[in-house]
């Protein structure tokens, strides 16, 4: 049975663990992080196998573990995942902006060949990853548009940026138009979608995004169009925001569960 080590202790990492605690996913948790190690005292007390809660994030990988999932933020990602790979251990990871940042990509890339461990990035809150990257090679074309409630998209970058209020935002409004290197810049806790989509695609710069921010919605909205040589895809979600955190959406949560459950199961892959 493989052994997790949970860096990020919110809203993702919790369901995560209490899905390991419940025998969904098929492994055993056995250390967890978080910055806030009150987060890490709430996400433990609710389970009924306690992990050990570590002091620093070099202990989780540098333990008897087979992978790493990093439930956290970008700089978690920028600060921990070398070194986790060096200490020969796989990881996922939620925070997929971080990996727009091409010296951080080509870092992680090489230590994952030369380490021969995995780096697992779960399709999050879009469906149609798996067509995408099977398209990779004759695309021409990607656009995805994003629609949140301002509440989804309040303290990002952007709005400290722009000097825009979110609570004043009334009406329906395009907030950026642009290409997936600058949306996941201005929008880094938001928008890992397009993080994902670029780097199943057509890179970052070459993926288009439009964020519009809708008061009057109460769900997080992704409509994907691609097209190229092999035809034209089109792709609609509209994700529910997760309770704890409403920029995080459910599915992300359940993608995160399903792609943990299939690395910690012998079993028949079903997608690409
Ligand atoms: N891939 C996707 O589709 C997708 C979808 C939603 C969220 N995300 C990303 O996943 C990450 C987690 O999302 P969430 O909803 O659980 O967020 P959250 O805010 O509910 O929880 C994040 C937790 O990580 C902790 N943390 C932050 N930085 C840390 C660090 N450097 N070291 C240790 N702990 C740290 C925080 O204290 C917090 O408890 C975020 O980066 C988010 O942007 C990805």
């Not at 910055?35 to 540098?62: G, M």
């Not at 921010?213 to 895809?233: E, F, M, R, V």
């Not at 359940?254 to 943990?260: G, K, M, T, V």
Request: charged content about 25%; overall charge neutral.
């Amino acid at each position: 049975m493989k052994k997790i080590a949970l860096l990020g202790c919110g809203a993702i990492g919790t369901q995560i663990a209490m899905a390991v605690d419940s025998g969904k996913i098929s492994a055993e948790l056995t250390h967890v992080y978080d910055s806030d190690e009150s987060k890490a005292e709430i996400l433990t007390s609710k389970l009924k196998k306690k992990p050990i809660i570590v002091a620093n994030p070099h202990l989780l990988s540098s333990n008897n573990v087979d992978i790493v999932v990093e439930a956290a933020s970008q700089d978690a990602i920028k600060n921990h995942a070398l070194s986790i790979l060096q200490n020969k251990k796989d990881l996922m990871i939620m925070s997929a902006g971080a990996l727009l940042d091409e010296s951080v990509f080509d870092i992680l890339f090489d230590a994952c060949k030369e380490f021969k461990k995995n780096i697992y990035l779960p399709s999050g809150a879009i469906a149609g990853i798996d067509a995408i990257k099977s398209v990779k090679g004759e695309l021409e074309s990607v656009t995805l548009t994003t629609t949140k409630n301002p509440k989804s998209l309040a303290g990002a970058k952007f709005f400290i940026e722009k000097k825009i209020d979110s609570n004043s935002i009334k009406e329906k409004t395009t907030l950026f138009e642009g290409s997936a290197k600058e949306a996941v810049g201005l929008f880094p806790a938001n928008i890992n979608v397009a993080a994902l989509l670029s780097l199943a695609g057509l890179g970052s710069t070459r993926t288009m995004v439009r964020i519009v921010a809708d008061p009057l919605t109460d769900k997080n909205t992704h409509q994907i169009t691609a097209t190229g040589k092999s035809g034209k895809i089109t792709i609609s979600v509209e994700n529910l925001p997760d309770p704890a955190n409403p920029k995080t959406s459910r599915l992300a949560i359940l993608s995160a569960i399903e792609c943990l459950r299939t690395i910690c199961t012998d079993d028949i892959i079903i997608g690409t």
